[in-house]
Every structure is written in structure tokens, then in C-alpha cells.
């Protein structure tokens, strides 16, 4: 079957701009979360959206946002980028009330901002 | 979640047994031992989880100590792919009711040598 899909594996912006970030889950997973991951503070926990509502936000500014569709595809927004928002950004989807396994995690979009 | 500690890296000769260490003194009854990995620029891959018993799939073994204090992921004929980071996790387990978030420490660097 199909993985996570994230779209696009790379984008450069400007800083002060905005970004759109999309996540596919697998099909039939409706808990998706994202994930930042920089080489100074490592993996840290963004959001986690479960039938289209935000279930647990880890401890990022307000620039941070996002959502999650009725289809279960979920997209998070940056406004006003910073250079230190260039990270990969990670996607993971999981099964409500499936095996204790977790996640699947897509393979990221590399934001940079310059 | 319990805190864990892991070595910073560690070295394995192809073909050799990988033995990965975890300390989660502080673990509670009702804690999961998780293993992921994640091989450069991609997302974590689940690698295998356990309560008390051991755990074997097709990728790796999984011990836990009787008084499961600590563990070992042991991947039982390294290849030159298994080259990455490993991340021991512990935390209860996944349910429909619960946060779907993962604490990710600084891991283990494996490298797997010709």
C-alpha cells in the first residue's frame, strides 16, 4: 500500500514569507502529526490532527499552524519564516485504535529559508 | 514518557551482530519500549516494540531485562544499509484516547563497516 506522502521533498523561501506544507496519510489512518527536525534541537513535535481537529500542539509560536481535511490529508502553514525555521519537516500517520506501533512517517520536505 | 539513555555511537562490522543499548531506569508498568531508526534525510522507520517479553520480527530483536531497567536492539547481521540512527522510546502505549506524540532523544549512531 501506499506510505505517507509529503509534498514538496524541497522548497526555498524568503524570509518573511509563507509556506504550505501537504501530507498524504495512508489510506485509512486519520491521526496524522508533524514533526520539525533541525541538527541543533533534533526531532521535536509540532502538531497531531485527528479527524480534522488539532488533538496535541508541541511548543512552537503561533507562526506554526495547521490543519487537517475531511479526507484526512492534513497541511501545516509557517508564516513570517525565520532562518531558523530551515528544517525537514516530517509527517507521520497513524491508525486510530489500530496496532501500538505508532507511526509511519513520510520522508520530509527540506525548508530552507534565506 | 520515561527518559532513556543511549549511547552517542557505535560501530558494527558487516555481517556482525549489532547490539544496541537502552537505559530506561525510570520506566513504568504501563510503559512500551519502542525502537525506530532513521537512515539520513529520510523519516523514522518503526523498527520493533516490547512490554516485558522478548520480540523478534523480520528485521530485528528486541530484550528487555527482567527488571526492565534497560534493553538491547539486536540486529542480527548488520548490512551496510543499516547504517543510521536509532532512537529507543518509551511510553505507553498507543490507544484511540491517548496523544499519538513521540519523544525522540538524541539516539544512537550506528555504522554498519565493510
Known amino acids: 500500500k501506499a506510505g505517507v506522502t509529503q509534498t514538496p521533498r524541497y522548497l526555498i523561501k524568503t524570509r518573511g514569507q509563507q509556506v504550505t506544507l501537504s501530507c498524504s496519510p495512508i489510506?485509512?489512518?486519520?491521526?496524522v502529526s508533524w514533526y520539525q527536525q533541525t541538527p541543533g534541537q533534533g526531532l521535536q513535535f509540532l502538531f497531531e490532527?485527528?479527524?480534522?481537529?488539532?488533538?496535541n500542539k508541541g511548543n512552537f509560536p503561533g507562526r506554526f499552524s495547521g490543519r487537517q481535511f475531511s479526507n484526512s490529508r492534513s497541511e501545516m502553514n509557517v508564516s513570517t519564516l525565520e532562518l531558523g525555521d530551515s528544517a525537514l519537516y516530517l509527517c507521520?500517520?497513524?491508525?486510530?485504535?489500530?496496532?501500538?506501533?505508532?507511526?509511519?512517517f513520510g520522508s520530509g520536505t527540506r525548508l530552507t529559508v534565506v | 514518557d520515561a527518559k532513556t539513555t543511549q549511547p552517542t555511537s557505535m560501530d558494527c562490522a558487516e555481517g556482525r551482530a549489532a547490539n544496541l543499548p537502552c537505559n530506561h531506569s525510570?520506566?513504568?508498568?504501563?510503559?512500551?519500549v519502542y525502537w525506530y531508526r532513521q537512515i539520513h534525510s529520510q523519516g523514522p522507520q518503526y523498527i520493533i516494540h516490547?512490554?516485558?517479553n522478548n520480540e523478534t520480527n523480520e528485521m530485528a530483536s528486541l530484550i528487555i531485562t527482567e527488571d526492565r531497567k534497560s534493553s538491547t536492539l539486536i540486529l542480527p547481521h548488520a548490512t551496510l544499509r543499516d547504517t543510521a540512527v536509532y532512537y529507543c522510546?518509551?511510553?505507553?502505549?498507543?490507544?484511540?484516547?491517548?496523544?499519538?506524540?513521540?519523544?525522540f532523544g538524541k539516539g544512537t549512531k550506528l555504522s554498519v563497516i565493510p
Open positions: 507521520a500517520s497513524s491508525l486510530f485504535g489500530g496496532p501500538n506501533y505508532g507511526y509511519t
Open positions: 522510546i518509551v511510553r505507553v502505549p498507543f490507544s484511540g484516547a491517548g496523544s499519538y506524540q513521540l519523544t
Open positions: 516490547g512490554l516485558k
Open positions: 490532527y485527528f479527524s480534522e481537529t488539532q488533538r
Open positions: 489510506s485509512g489512518h486519520r491521526s
Open positions: 525510570t520506566i513504568s508498568g504501563n510503559e512500551y
